[in-house]
């Protein structure tokens, strides 16, 4: 009995010292920066870093749906309200998570707007175990970094200085045209959240509440990802829940997609052309809450004018095309 | 025993055979050294040595080869 | 707090033994559980647990492990009753019609043998290669322009199928040659076939080795736990450092057999083997680091196989437990028949002692090699890799007299150092070469590689865009170089006997855990998982 104590005293104490031993080199993995050459990885999301604190009043979560979809720019053209897309490919809902508390420390939105795709998706407890102590043992995430070591940077406190001109969005030019078939065809059937997804969507959900923030649900357009199975119990959740639920793939909120025309990779994401719509309809809807203010005369905000003016340019350039601003009706 | 150390040193010599404890377990002897050996043992000591006796343990030493050969004699 | 959810879908990683849901979920949950349980029922504990992994892996296709264990308990049990008739029939019987009597059994209990052979290796067959089979067969009727298909039938494999078939059949063989006594308790059967961590990857266990130990488990030993534990760290240095860092580069050459110079696709054959050995040994010490923290000493499945000094010697410490089953249930028994010693000794009269045995030797070594070329597999790169093996173990064989000669005539020493390093990178070579073939994407993928490093040798893709197109980079390939000097190092202790392990368990404290920490550390920092890297599944999973 007394060899037994004794042993496992030994073994706490190993793992204590082991902890401690991570959390200490965590330090040196940590990355100085968010630029691409610093490591912190998916950096457009990321460049909400640098922003000025509380300068973001709408976060957009989301898998790649929403950086092809949701350009924060023209929302801010059309109607001078800042918004930020963490949004990144394949992303999970622990992933989500991380964005919306990293977001939280300095940024207070009023309305954060989550995307449905991710809400269905698997994730498996592997990703779980794995990556839910990053959070406290960042070596865990960012060990890589040890390809890029320096001495100089060694005792250097984080210090984010890349502005993200399309605040999270990506510009895509392609056009490769979707086939509608069987898109959206009626049904009672739900497809399955499964439990874990559920437990991390009411983390979400008690996050944004604790911190005065309304949580939108948003389903963008699109063939591929998305039917009338994901809709139907999608829309269940969110009555449950009790928030607002969004889905641009039925008619009563449809921005007009033509998928001939407007998808970049065969329904699976939508191009530029498909982004206009969805942001003018979900700039429209935000503006209509009434809450949200306009920043477009003010001077602190001078930077988005800038990032505007670079889009304009951009799209010139790579669509051959006149930018035209949205028109605003009301 | 001289005999079998003959045959022995006849299909793989380079062994200390006196000595060597290890002739299968120590990657000395291959499968088909087994197969010849066995061959010159059947005719040498007219024997049959079924492929149940084939286990490292019987032929890991001259000596073990010589205990099996006696064994086999006998029934 | 429900916590099931954690469970449901586990079972797609699982099969790795690197997996977090492994290591941190379900290996803990079963010791915890396995160490309160009082010691008569912790027997039980174990085949619950096997049979939950079992479950979680392969769902309701556990009813295969079920049944197969049904099967063998049967044919044991009924080849047992046999074996005790002809005992007593024989008894009181004069020596001369003791022969015919002993004759007559053992013509029953070999029948029963076959029908236990036809059982599992008829369900493997159907299970594993009917889409091979049948896909030959449409392929040659289209030669012939025959206007029909026939349709080809998808069946779901339970895991180690391949494995716990060989398990089973040995069994069988064992009681039928009296080497072990037929099992009269299920439980202790089907713990021996489903031992959770030998299920996925082997080492394929005999009755005898494994059965008994398994049954008379006893508490958890505080030195078995860290001895255990260190070993599935050494292993995860090997997989998570070595083999998955080099995944990327593999997979880009090997699926791309046309884009690439004869430099590079020598670089990537190396890798491959390289990988596969971090890989497989790397998983065998996860299973055999779990069953020692159990007390259980499973067989091993490496013995430093880049050591050896011929193809021969390589297959004798390269997946051990594999090639011991062929050698013992085919190799030794097809020459030991009848007819194959007539055989021998016929052809050793006419070409000699050396030549003679090599009819018959060659004969079931034939067979040995198809069927491991097979069991890796249903497709022709496999059997071409059983074949490739074949030849060069034969040949090896055949030019031994010639070899010696010349060697003579050279004055090389056979056991000089020298000529034991040249052996052993010869044999290395034959290695990659054949690991080769049994990556490439089919047959003629294979031939392309191969023949592109004779046709087109060339240096010129080594620029600086290279390694970004394989997907990885000179760090990369770096820290691999340092891992194996690593593994290397280990090896060559091994080899002269000493078990590191022991020499930490000697040692100071401190240093033993400056040690440890340090193996960690060096996982954590340079291990290929999480952000930018995909989990590679365990490559001997799918056999």
Not at chain 1, 282 to 302: F, Q
Not at chain 3, 430 to 459: H, K, P, Q, W, Y
Request: include cysteine; proline fraction near 3%; aromatic fraction near 14%.
């Amino acid at each position: 009995m007394k060899q037994a104590l004794k042993n496992t005293l030994k073994g706490t104490v190993f793992t204590v010292i082991l902890i401690g031993l991570l959390w200490a080199v965590s330090a040196v993995f940590i990355p100085r920066n968010n630029t691409k050459d610093d490591w912190k990885y998916d950096y457009t999301a990321n460049g909400f870093l640098a922003e000025s604190a509380n300068s973001l009043d709408v976060l957009f979560l989301g898998d790649s749906e929403v950086f092809a979809s949701i350009n924060p720019v023209r929302i801010y053209e059309s109607y001078g309200i800042t918004s930020y897309c963490c949004s990144t490919g394949k992303q999970r809902l622990w992933y989500t998570l991380e964005y919306l508390y990293d977001f939280y420390r300095e940024q207070s939105p009023k309305v954060v707007v989550l995307e449905t795709d991710l809400l269905l998706k698997y994730f498996s407890v592997d990703d779980l175990i794995l990556h839910a102590p990053e959070h406290y043992l960042p070596v865990l995430r960012y060990h890589d970094r040890w390809k890029k070591f320096s001495f100089s940077e060694l005792f250097k406190t984080p210090e984010y200085t890349y502005i993200d001109d399309y605040k999270g969005y990506h510009l895509y030019a392609d056009i490769d045209a979707a086939d509608e078939e069987g898109y959206m065809e009626e049904t009672d059937e739900r497809a399955y959240i499964s439990r874990m997804n559920r437990l991390y969507i009411d983390a979400i959900l008690s996050c944004c509440r604790r911190n005065g923030s309304e949580l939108i649900l948003l389903s963008t357009p699109s063939t591929k990802n998305w039917n009338m199975k994901k809709h139907n119990s999608t829309q269940q959740l969110a009555d449950t829940l009790g928030v607002e639920y969004i889905d641009m793939n039925v008619s009563e909120y449809s921005v007009g997609i033509d998928w001939s025309k407007d998808t970049k990779d065969k329904g699976d994401h939508l191009n530029y052309y498909g982004a206009i719509k969805v942001t003018d309809k979900i700039g429209e809807y935000l503006n209509a809450k009434g809450v949200l203010p306009d920043h477009r005369d003010d001077k602190a905000y001078s930077g988005w004018d800038n990032s505007l003016e670079k889009m304009k340019a951009d799209v010139k350039k790579k669509l051959k095309t006149e930018y035209s601003s949205a028109v605003i009706t009301s | 025993m001289e005999r079998l150390i003959e045959i022995l040193e006849d299909i793989q010599p380079d062994v200390d055979y006196e000595n060597c404890t290890d002739l299968i377990d120590g990657h000395y002897l291959s499968s088909l050294d087994i197969i010849s050996l066995i061959a010159e043992l059947e005719d040498e000591y007219d024997i049959t040595v079924p492929a149940v006796e084939i286990v490292p343990d019987n032929f890991n030493s001259a000596e073990r080869i010589m205990k099996m050969i006696e064994r086999l004699q006998e029934d | 707090m429900d916590l099931s959810f954690l469970l449901a879908g586990a079972g797609k990683t699982m099969t790795s033994f690197f997996s977090m849901t492994y290591l941190f979920l379900f290996l803990p949950f079963c010791l915890i559980v396995y160490a309160v349980t009082p010691k008569k029922a912790k027997r039980y504990v174990l085949l619950a647990e096997s049979l939950l992994f079992f479950w979680l892996v392969s769902g309701a296709l556990v009813a295969y492990l079920l049944i197969s264990a049904v099967s063998i308990l049967l044919l044991g049990l009924w080849l047992g009753k046999l074996q005790q008739k002809q005992k007593a029939a024989i008894k009181d019987l004069p020596k001369e019609e003791k022969k015919a009597v002993k004759q007559a059994f053992l013509r029953k209990q070999r029948a029963l043998v076959f029908l236990g052979v036809f059982l599992h290796i008829g369900l493997l067959l159907v299970l594993k290669y009917t889409g091979f089979f049948l896909g030959n067969i449409n392929s040659l009727l289209a030669a012939f322009n025959c206007p029909f298909e026939m349709y080809i039938p998808q069946f779901a494999m339970p895991i180690g199928i391949s494995f716990f078939s060989l398990q089973a059949l040995s069994y069988i063989i064992d009681v039928y040659h009296g080497l072990v006594k037929a099992d009269k308790n299920y439980a202790r059967l089907l713990l021996f076939m489903s031992f959770f961590p030998q299920i996925v990857e082997g080492p394929i266990c005999r009755y005898g080795q494994t059965a008994e130990q398994l049954w008379n488990v006893g508490s958890i030993k505080y030195r078995n736990l860290t001895f255990g534990l260190q070993r599935i760290l050494f292993g995860m240095m090997k997989k998570i450092v070595i083999a998955d860092r080099l995944d990327p580069l593999v997979k880009k050459v090997f699926d791309e057999p046309n884009s690439f110079d004869g430099g590079v696709i020598i670089l990537a054959a190396v890798c491959y083997t390289v990988q596969l050995y971090m890989d497989f040994s790397g998983s065998m010490d996860a299973v055999l680091g779990t069953a020692e923290i159990f007390g259980i000493k499973l067989p091993e499945n490496f013995e430093r196989p880049f050591f050896s000094k011929s193809v021969s010697e390589f297959w004798k410490r390269w997946h051990i437990t594999l090639g011991a089953w062929f050698k013992d249930y085919i190799f030794f028994p097809v020459t030991s028949a009848k007819r194959m010693k007539n055989l021998t000794s016929s052809a050793r009269k006419k070409l000699g002692n050396h030549f003679g045995p090599l009819v018959a030797g060659g004969i079931a070594l034939f067979c040995v090699w198809w069927c491991n070329g097979l069991w890796h597999g249903a497709g022709w790169n496999f059997i071409f890799f059983g074949m490739y093996h074949f030849v060069l173990i034969l040949s090896g064989n055949i030019i031994t007299p010639a070899s010696k000669t010349v060697l003579q005539k050279l004055h090389i020493k056979a056991n000089s150092a020298g000529y034991k390093v040249f052996c052993m990178i010869r044999t290395t070579i034959l290695v990659i070469i054949g690991e080769l073939f049994f990556r490439a994407n089919g047959i003629g993928s294979g031939m392309e590689l191969f023949g592109r490093i004779f046709t087109d040798l060339s240096f010129r893709s080594f620029d600086q865009y290279l390694l970004p197109r394989l997907g990885v980079d000179a760090y990369d390939l770096a820290i691999c170089a340092v891992t194996l000097m690593i593994v290397f190092a280990v090896s060559v202790v091994n080899e002269k006997g000493i078990c590191i392990r022991e020499v930490l368990e000697k040692s100071n404290i401190v240093v033993r855990w400056v040690v440890l920490y340090s193996l960690i550390l060096f996982i954590v920092i340079f291990g290929a998982y999480s952000f930018g890297y995909i989990p590679v599944d365990p490559m001997y999973a799918q056999f």
